[in-house]
C-alpha cells in the first residue's frame, strides 16, 4: 500500500488544467442571499429604535393633547390615577434625582478609588480575585438588589434614623449605588489603563510619588472618559426599574427627603402596567407621558457618554 | 494579446496605490513557467504588495488601487469579466507567518478542494499533497488531530500542501521562512527545489543568500520600482545596475 | 517630604480598603440571602406551585416559565446578534452610515430595560395579538439583549486574525465560504461567551416582563409558547412585595434559586471561554 501504488495515486489526483478564469455567473447567488439576510437582521436594530420612537411619540402626543406640555412639565401634584386629576410629573422627578444623587454619590467615589486601586496597585492575584467578584456583582438581578434594600438596608438604616419610613429613598439610592459600582468601576479602571505608560513614566522619574502621579496625571488625562462613565453611570441609574419600585414606595411627593417614601418615573410605569388599565385610556397614557420623558434623557445621556467615550479612544 | 508561451504570468506597466502613496509602480515583468522567481530588495520596496497584485488579493481591501495588466493563459487577470476565486484557485499563495486553519491536518488541505467543489478521491488528494509537501511521513498518524499542534516548519509545510490541494499552476510565496529557524527554512527550501519541476514558484525574500540558493531568475526592486531582473547568475555575478550591485553587496538595505 | 510620603501610603491603603468593601458587600448580600432563605429551600420549593401559605409555596411555575423564556430567546437572539454582528464586520462599509448604525447599537444597550417593556407591550401583546404570552415575553427579551450581543459578537469577530480570511480566499473560497465557514466557528467561542452573559442577563430582568404582563400568580405550568407564563424574577417580585415577613423568606429561596442558575451560566461562560478559546487573541 505503501510503495507499489504510490506514483500511480499520484497521478491519479492531477486534473486537466486549464480550468476557465471567466466567470460562469454574474452574481454568486449564494453570497447575495448571505448579504441579504445579515443586512435584513441588521435592519432589525434600526427598526426598533424607530419603533421606539414612532410608539412612545405617538402615545406622548395623545397625551400632551389633553394635558399642556407645560403643566406636566412643570406641576408639583402627581395624581393621575385618582380624582382630582393632576399630571405635574416634578414628583416623580425628583424621586427619581434623589435616587440617582445617592447612587452617584456612593458609586462614583467608590468606583474611582476601586478601579485606581485595581490599575495602579492591585498584584495580579487581587486583581484576579477582585475583578470576578465585581462581575458577579454586576451580574445580579435587579430584583434581588430591590429585595436586599427593603429586608437589610432599610431596617439597618432604621436603626439610625428611627423616623425612617419602611419604603424610603435613601434604602433605594445605597443599593442602586452598589449595583452601578462595578459599572462605574470597570468604566474607571478601563479609563485609567488607556493612559499611556510613557505619561506615567515621565511623572515617576521626576520624583513623584503615586499618589502624585495619580491626582497630577492619570486623573486629568482620563477626565473625559472618566465624565463619560459618570453620565452611562446616571442614565443606568435614572432606568433602573424594580429595585427602587420594590425599596422605595410609590408615593409621589416633592419633599427631597431621604427618609420618606417617594416615587420615581420607572416606578409609577410599574404601577400603572400592574393594574389593569384598559388600553387608550388616560391612565396608559400617563405611562407614555412619562416613559417619554425618561427615554428622552437617557437617549441624551447615552448619546453624549458613547460620544465622550470615543472621543479619548482616538 | 500575444504571450510568449514560456511566460506563467507577465506582468505589464502594473501600479499599485494605497489610499496615500504609490507602493508599486509600473513594473513590467514575464515570469517563466517552471522556473523560480526570487523578488528581493529592501523592506517597504514593494515586494509584497506586488506579489499580491498577481492573484488579486487586494481587492479586500478599498483603499488599494491597481492599474496595468497581469496577463495570464492569454487573460487579463484585472479584466472585467474575470472571476477573482477562480483567479486564486488557479494562483495559489503561501503567506508570511504560517497561518493553518484552527481544524485538523486532514480538513485543512481538504477543505480548498471542498468547497470548490473538486472532484476525486479526497484522501488520495491529501496523501498526495502532503507527500509533495514532504509533510506525509511526519503527521499520517496525526491526521485527525487539530493542525496548530504542529512545530512552525510543519505548519507552514502543511500550508504549502494546502496551496497544492488546489493544484494551481502558479504559487506565489511570501516570505515563507521568515517566522521560521534555519532547519525549517532548509526544509522548505528544498521543498521549493522539488516543486519547481511541476509549478512557477514567485518567492518574496529579504535574504539575498536564500535568493541565490533556490531561485532561477531574480528581481531586484526599490522604492516600488522594478531596478533590475535577470537569471540569479547573472544579477549576483555581473549586475548591470550599479544600485543592484549596491544592494547585493550590502551597501544599504 | 514626610507629609508626601505619608499622603501616598494613605492613598495605597484608602483604594486597598475600598476595594475590600467592595467585595465584602457582595458576602454580606449572599450571607444575608442565605439566612432568609434556608428555611423555605427544599425539594418541594422547585415542585410546588405559589401558595397563600409560605409553608407551601413554591417556583415550579416560575422556573418553568424563565427556562421556556430562555430557549426562545435564544434561538431568536443568538441567530440575530450574530447575523447583525457579521454583517457590521464583514460586509459593513466603512463609513457614515455605518457609524450611525454602530452608535445606534451603543445606544440601544442604554435604552432603560422598562422602555422594552412599553414596547413589547404595543408591538407583540397588541399589535401582533400575541396577548400575554411566552411569546410576547421572549422577543421582548430578545430586542433587549440583543445589542448586547452584538457587541460581544463583534468583538469575537474582530479577533479572529486577519490572515485566516486571507488563506481561504487564497483558496479561491467566495466571501460566504470565509464568513460562514472560516471566521463564523473561529469566532464561535467568544460569540458563545457573550450570548451566555447577555442570556444571564434576560434571566434576572423583571420590569419589561411585568409591563409585558406576566403574571406573579400562575398555578400551571405553560405547554406551549403562546401560553401564559411566570418567571423566576417576577414570583420573587411579586413575594417579596407582600407584607408578610415569612414571604419575604420564600422570596430569599426564590432568589437564591435564580443566583444558583446564574451562577450555573457564568461558569459555563468562563469554562467556554478557556477551554474552547483557540486564538488568545
Given at each position: 500500500m505503501e510503495s507499489g501504488t504510490k506514483a500511480a495515486r499520484l497521478e491519479l489526483v492531477e486534473e486537466p488544467v486549464g480550468e476557465l478564469l471567466l466567470r460562469r455567473q454574474w452574481v454568486n447567488y449564494k453570497d447575495v442571499l448571505l448579504k441579504l439576510c445579515l443586512s435584513l437582521?441588521?435592519?432589525?436594530?434600526?427598526?426598533?429604535?424607530?419603533?421606539i420612537v414612532l410608539l412612545?411619540?405617538?402615545?406622548?402626543?395623545?397625551?400632551?393633547?389633553?394635558?399642556?406640555?407645560?403643566?406636566?412639565?412643570?406641576?408639583?401634584?402627581?395624581?393621575?390615577?385618582?380624582?382630582?386629576?393632576?399630571?405635574?410629573?416634578?414628583?416623580?422627578?425628583?424621586?427619581?434625582t434623589l435616587v440617582v444623587v445617592l447612587s452617584m454619590g456612593i458609586a462614583l467615589p467608590l468606583g474611582v478609588f476601586v478601579a485606581a486601586y485595581l490599575s495602579e496597585y492591585a498584584s495580579f492575584?487581587?486583581?484576579?480575585?477582585?475583578?470576578?467578584?465585581?462581575?458577579?456583582?454586576?451580574?445580579?438581578?435587579?430584583?434581588?438588589?430591590?429585595?436586599?434594600?427593603?429586608?437589610?438596608?432599610?431596617?439597618?438604616?432604621?436603626?439610625?434614623?428611627?423616623?425612617?419610613?419602611?419604603?424610603?429613598?435613601?434604602?433605594?439610592?445605597?443599593?442602586?449605588?452598589?449595583?452601578?459600582?462595578?459599572?462605574?468601576?470597570?468604566?474607571?479602571?478601563?479609563?485609567?489603563?488607556a493612559v499611556a505608560p510613557e505619561l506615567k513614566e515621565a511623572g515617576y522619574s521626576l520624583g513623584a510619588t503615586s499618589y502624585e502621579v495619580f491626582r497630577g496625571i492619570v486623573?486629568?488625562?482620563?477626565?473625559?472618559?472618566?465624565?463619560?462613565?459618570?453620565?452611562?453611570?446616571?442614565?443606568?441609574?435614572?432606568?433602573?426599574?424594580?429595585?427602587v419600585t420594590l425599596a422605595a414606595g410609590a408615593t409621589p411627593n416633592m419633599e427631597w427627603s431621604f427618609l420618606k417614601s417617594i416615587q420615581t418615573m420607572t416606578a409609577y410605569i410599574v404601577e400603572v402596567s400592574l393594574g389593569d388599565t384598559p388600553a387608550g385610556g388616560v391612565a396608559y397614557l400617563t405611562c407614555y407621558g412619562v416613559a417619554a420623558l425618561l427615554f428622552g434623557i437617557t437617549f441624551v445621556l447615552n448619546v453624549l457618554g458613547y460620544r465622550w467615550m470615543r472621543r479619548t479612544a482616538e | 494579446m500575444n504571450v510568449t508561451p514560456s511566460c506563467a504570468l507577465e506582468v505589464k506597466g502594473l501600479s499599485v496605490s494605497y489610499a496615500s502613496h504609490r507602493a508599486v509602480e509600473e513594473v513590467s515583468v514575464c515570469f517563466r513557467r517552471h522556473r523560480v522567481a526570487a523578488i528581493i530588495g529592501p523592506s517597504g520596496c514593494g515586494k509584497s504588495t506586488l506579489l499580491r497584485s498577481l492573484n488579486r488579493m487586494h481587492d479586500f481591501d478599498p483603499t488599494v488601487k491597481v492599474s496595468g495588466q497581469v496577463v495570464f493563459e492569454n487573460q487579463d487577470l484585472y479584466g472585467r469579466e474575470i472571476h477573482p476565486p477562480t483567479v486564486r484557485k488557479r494562483i495559489g499563495m503561501v503567506f508570511q507567518k504560517p497561518n493553518p486553519f484552527p481544524k485538523s491536518i486532514?480538513?485543512?488541505?481538504?477543505?480548498g478542494p471542498w468547497i470548490n467543489h473538486m472532484r476525486g478521491d479526497m484522501d488520495q488528494r491529501v496523501e498526495s499533497c502532503l507527500r509533495k509537501a514532504a509533510l506525509w511521513d511526519e503527521v499520517k498518524h496525526r491526521l485527525h488531530q487539530s493542525a496548530l499542534s504542529l512545530s512552525g516548519g510543519q505548519q507552514q509545510r502543511l500550508c504549502i500542501a494546502r496551496a497544492l490541494a488546489m493544484n494551481p499552476d502558479v504559487i506565489l510565496m511570501d516570505e515563507?521562512?521568515?517566522?521560521?529557524?534555519?532547519?525549517?527554512?532548509?526544509?522548505?527550501?528544498?521543498?521549493?527545489?522539488?516543486?519547481?519541476?511541476?509549478?512557477?514558484?514567485?518567492?518574496?525574500?529579504?535574504?539575498?543568500?536564500?535568493?541565490?540558493?533556490?531561485?532561477?531568475?531574480?528581481?531586484?526592486?526599490?522604492?516600488?520600482?522594478?531596478?533590475?531582473?535577470?537569471?540569479?547568475?547573472?544579477?549576483?555575478?555581473?549586475?548591470?545596475?550599479?544600485?543592484?550591485?549596491?544592494?547585493i553587496q550590502g551597501k544599504f538595505g | 517630604m514626610k507629609r508626601r510620603w505619608c499622603k501616598d501610603v494613605l492613598f495605597r491603603w484608602v483604594c486597598g480598603a475600598v476595594s475590600m468593601f467592595a467585595t465584602a458587600l457582595l458576602l454580606v448580600l449572599l450571607v444575608h440571602l442565605c439566612r432568609q432563605g434556608w428555611e423555605y429551600l427544599d425539594s418541594s420549593f422547585l415542585t410546588q406551585f405559589a401558595s397563600r401559605r409560605p409553608a407551601q409555596a413554591g417556583i415550579k411555575a416560575g422556573l418553568w416559565g424563565t427556562l421556556w423564556l430562555l430557549a426562545l430567546t435564544a434561538t431568536m437572539a443568538f441567530p440575530l446578534g450574530v447575523a447583525t454582528a457579521l454583517y457590521l464586520e464583514e460586509y459593513a462599509p466603512q463609513g457614515r452610515l455605518t457609524r450611525l448604525l454602530e452608535v445606534n447599537i451603543a445606544n440601544l444597550a442604554g435604552v432603560p430595560s422598562i422602555i422594552y417593556g412599553l414596547l413589547g407591550l404595543a408591538i407583540f401583546v397588541r399589535l401582533l395579538g400575541l396577548e400575554?404570552?411566552?411569546?410576547?415575553?421572549s422577543m421582548t427579551l430578545t430586542l433587549l439583549i440583543l445589542p448586547v450581543i452584538i457587541v460581544s459578537a463583534q468583538g469575537a469577530i474582530r479577533s479572529v486574525p486577519r490572515s485566516l480570511r486571507e488563506a481561504s480566499y487564497a483558496l479561491g473560497a467566495q466571501p460566504w465560504h470565509v464568513n460562514l465557514l472560516v471566521v463564523f466557528p473561529a469566532a464561535l467561542p467568544g460569540i458563545l461567551t457573550g450570548v451566555i452573559l447577555a442570556l444571564s442577563r434576560a434571566i434576572g430582568e423583571t420590569a419589561p416582563l411585568v409591563i409585558v404582563g406576566a403574571v406573579g400568580y400562575m398555578r400551571f405550568v405553560p405547554t406551549s409558547p403562546s401560553d401564559d407564563f411566570t418567571a423566576l424574577p417576577l414570583q420573587i417580585y411579586d413575594w417579596a412585595s407582600r407584607p408578610q415577613v415569612e414571604f419575604h423568606q420564600v422570596a430569599a429561596s426564590g432568589i437564591l434559586v435564580l443566583l444558583s442558575i446564574l451562577l450555573m451560566f457564568n461558569l459555563t461562560a468562563v469554562w467556554i471561554r478557556h477551554r474552547l478559546q483557540r486564538y488568545p487573541s
Open positions: 437582521a441588521t435592519s432589525l436594530t434600526v427598526l426598533t429604535t424607530c419603533t412612545i411619540g405617538k402615545e406622548a402626543f395623545a397625551f400632551f393633547h389633553m394635558v399642556s406640555i407645560v403643566d406636566f412639565l412643570l406641576g408639583t401634584q402627581w395624581q393621575p390615577l385618582i380624582e382630582p386629576q393632576q399630571y405635574g410629573v416634578l414628583p416623580l422627578v425628583v424621586g427619581s492575584p487581587i486583581r484576579s480575585v477582585v475583578k470576578p467578584f465585581l462581575e458577579i456583582l454586576a451580574g445580579i438581578p435587579t430584583v434581588v438588589y430591590g429585595y436586599f434594600a427593603l429586608t437589610f438596608v432599610t431596617p439597618q438604616l432604621q436603626q439610625l434614623f428611627p423616623a425612617m419610613e419602611v419604603f424610603n429613598a435613601a434604602s433605594a439610592g445605597i443599593v442602586v449605588g452598589i449595583m452601578i459600582l462595578p459599572m462605574v468601576s470597570s468604566l474607571c479602571d478601563d479609563a485609567f489603563c486623573l486629568p488625562a482620563s477626565a473625559f472618559r472618566l465624565a463619560a462613565a459618570v453620565i452611562l453611570a446616571v442614565s443606568r441609574a435614572l432606568g433602573e426599574t424594580m429595585a | 486532514y480538513k485543512n488541505i481538504s477543505w515563507p521562512c521568515s517566522a521560521l529557524d534555519p532547519r525549517s527554512t532548509a526544509c522548505i527550501e528544498d521543498l521549493i527545489a522539488d516543486l519547481r519541476e511541476k509549478y512557477t514558484i514567485l518567492v518574496v525574500t529579504h535574504n539575498m543568500q536564500q535568493a541565490k540558493r533556490i531561485s532561477d531568475d531574480v528581481l531586484f526592486m526599490y522604492e516600488g520600482r522594478l531596478v533590475e531582473f535577470g537569471p540569479t547568475t547573472q544579477i549576483f555575478s555581473q549586475p548591470r545596475v550599479a544600485q543592484t550591485q549596491a544592494y | 400575554r404570552s411566552l411569546w410576547s415575553g
